[in-house]
């Protein structure tokens, strides 16, 4: 697949199946996030690869945010609501955690570190893709909460950007549409 299809085609698949996926197809993933371009080659990204029961790593990160933001519930509820967010860490047979470690240098802006960490999820998606997987990249609020920070252990500056769930996908990816960069683009030519 060359890289115009490859950009065009790949949609975000929510939906894959449980079938595992071999580990050098996970590596050649991995190795296509770290080409990914970043401001004065800081590499800042960070990946955990979660598969199996180590999936329940993020399902504890999951239940932990939920029950923070519960309030006051009793032990069954609290049960009931661990239970229901572990289960969002297993929609896929690969989950790759992707965080960013800002930089301290000067004159690499922290902005830029995000881009390049979301630069590498990019290629990720865009590799799998080739590869015959389906991703899709998951955010939200809980990817944010400072008990998902604690889950994975960041620390100071460093955040998670997404995690990349990673399958084969349960069918065909829908059509894509987008608004023609016609209507998006000024030419500035003086």
Not at 4 to 16: D, F, Q, T
Not at 32 to 39: I, K, M, Q, T, Y
Not at 74 to 86: G, Y
Not at 128 to 142: D, F, N, Q, S
Request: aromatic fraction near 6%; charged fraction near 25%.
């Amino acid at each position: 697949m060359n890289v115009k299809e490859a950009i065009l085609s790949r949609r975000s698949i929510g939906k894959v199946k449980q079938d595992a996926v071999p580990e050098e197809l996970v590596q050649q993933v991995l190795e296509a996030a770290v080409w990914a371009p970043n401001h004065g080659q800081t590499e800042p990204w960070r990946f955990w690869v979660m598969t199996g029961e180590g999936r329940k790593l993020l399902g504890r990160g999951y239940a932990e945010v939920a029950i923070a933001e519960a309030g006051d519930i009793s032990p069954d509820e609290i049960a009931e609501l661990r239970a229901a967010q572990e289960k969002k860490a297993l929609r896929a047979p690969v989950v790759i955690a992707v965080a960013v470690t800002p930089t301290a240098l000067p004159g690499v802006p922290e902005i830029e570190e995000y881009a390049a960490a979301h630069a590498a999820v990019h290629n990720m998606s865009l590799m799998a893709h080739a590869l015959g997987l389906g991703t899709i990249w998951r955010t939200g609020a809980p990817t944010y909460h400072p008990k998902m920070k604690e889950v994975f252990g960041l620390q100071g500056a460093e955040e998670l950007v997404g995690f990349v769930y990673i399958g084969y996908p349960e069918r065909e990816a829908p059509e894509g549409k987008r608004t023609p960069h016609q209507q998006k683009t000024v030419w500035v030519r003086e």
